[in-house]
């Protein structure tokens, strides 16, 4: 059994026709004729029925369909590695970004790459920072970036590291009674509607554990509205409805036009009353076993280095 008889038993199974498989392969129809009856013959086994005219796969040919693919597969990956060191001018890289890092903070990062790598494809999904994690975790994602903290069952799993950090900001819109009003105190958090992220994002997990730190039960909370993405919580929020924590680096423009206004929360700490922050790391992932691509290490460098001059000018 050769990879080249699987290639061409695999096109005849999808087309289920033997000229077409041919001119897909751009090799002759009796050459496909000839290999799938090399395969029949050494195994005993009739992989197509020819009823009439049409072909039908038989069950020989659906077991074969399925193990085939699997075998191409992984030649395709192994293909791919060894493309990948001709001097990364080809390969793929796949990175699963949290919402907030994904449109905000990463665009300018893969601008950058795409200008010294232009031969490698880099696929961005977006998703929240739980959903990233075991996309990573799993080897759907080569790379993960997320903002928060990752979750205890994956530690061993992935190796992390922070490139970067975001503040979450108190945020209100013009018709709530706290936009005229720079500071609240961690008392007040409790008399106003709050507009959440829903659970597996690490937006909502920063702002828990800072909440649980100042001393406010996330059940004492009037909990309005639970949505998906940070962009919808803006939105609402800017309606009037409520208050929210919502990434800094999503809200420049908000800020700017006023249609949002930030409130700072004061605490007190040693007896003293401050200013309290909710700063969240941004962490690099990726799994610590898996074969990890020239073009994803490349990529992986140039935001360890962003991270080194970031924190060197801080």
């Known amino acids: 059994m050769t990879f080249e008889q699987l290639r061409i ?21 009796p ?8 395969l029949e013959k050494e195994y005993g086994v009739k992989l197509f029925h020819r009823v009439g005219r049409h072909v039908e796969i038989s069950e020989a040919g659906k077991l074969l369909e399925v193990e085939a693919q699997k075998i191409l597969d992984r030649v395709m990956l192994a293909e791919r ?51 990233i994690g075991d996309g990573t975790a799993s080897g759907l994602f080569d ?19 922070t490139v970067g950090s975001d503040r979450l900001q108190i945020v209100v819109g013009e018709s709530h009674p706290w936009y005229s009003r720079p500071k609240v105190s961690v008392a007040e958090l409790t008399q106003t509607a709050w507009i959440m992220r829903e659970s597996g994002s690490g937006t909502q997990q920063v702002f828990e554990r800072a909440l649980q730190s100042w ?47 930030a409130v700072q929360v004061i605490g007190q700490e040693n007896h003293l009353l401050t200013s309290l922050e909710i700063v969240q790391p941004m962490l690099k992932l990726h799994h610590r076993e898996r074969f990890q691509s020239r073009a994803a290490i490349a990529f992986e460098t140039m935001l360890s280095s962003n991270a080194l001059v970031s924190a060197h000018f801080a």
Request: with cysteine; net charge neutral; charged share 20%.
């Open 31 to 38: 050459a496909v004729s000839a290999a799938v009856q090399s």
């Open 81 to 131: 590695g060894l493309r990948e060191l001709n001097s990364l001018q080809r390969g793929e890289i796949r990175i699963g970004s949290s919402l907030a890092v994904g449109n905000y903070w990463l665009p300018t990062k893969l601008s950058r790459f795409k200008r010294d790598y232009p031969g490698i494809a880099v696929k961005c999904i977006l998703a929240n920072a739980e959903e």
């Open 215 to 261: 001393g406010v039960d996330l059940t004492q909370l009037e909990i309005t509205l639970v949505l998906s993405t940070s962009e919808m919580v803006k939105s609402v929020v800017e309606d009037g409805v409520g208050a929210a924590a919502v990434s800094e680096i999503m809200l420049k423009k908000e800020l700017k036009l006023g249609t949002l206004r």
């Open 9 to 29: 038993f695999l096109a005849v199974a999808e087309h289920l026709h033997f000229t077409r498989a041919a001119e897909e392969l751009y090799i002759t129809q």
């Open 143 to 161: 790379i993960g970036l997320v903002t928060g903290e990752l979750k205890p069952a994956l530690t061993s799993v992935l190796q992390q590291q």
